[in-house]
């Protein structure tokens, strides 16, 4: 099992990512408020026409089921076989730009 951890500061908040391979499938937390929060399983559905643009299917298995968390798993983590654990405070488009370049900087796959 490899795991990664990553802080940083966004737009002004505090953020820790952890990022762990396990033998089928990677975890990445993400957190502003020192909890796990909602955990949203993100898997590659069936086969499209288009190959280049695979199609992700998200379900929440813990917290709260809501439109936007499927739209920002989807967005921050476009990889196969994950979950994400989320616990943010501000969930806007900026936020998940940024967390998209902290959680790449915290690879384990």
Do not use: N
């Not at 966004?10 to 762990?20: D, E, F």
């Not at 983590?77 to 370049?101: G, N, R, Y």
Request: aromatic share 4%; proline share 4%.
């Amino acid at each position: 099992m490899e795991s990664q951890r990553k802080t940083a500061v966004v737009y002004g908040v505090p953020t820790q990512v952890v990022c762990t391979a396990f033998s089928s499938r990677i975890l990445v937390m993400v957190t502003q408020l020192g909890k796990m929060g909602t955990l949203v399983s993100l898997e590659p559905s069936s086969v499209t026409s288009d190959i280049s643009k695979p199609v992700l299917t998200t379900k929440v298995l813990l917290g709260k089921d809501e439109p936007l968390i499927h739209v920002f798993t989807k967005s921050l983590v476009a990889f196969v076989a994950i979950l994400l654990a989320l616990a943010m405070k501000d969930k806007s488009m900026e936020v998940m730009k940024t967390l998209k370049k902290v959680i790449q900087t915290c690879q384990v796959w």
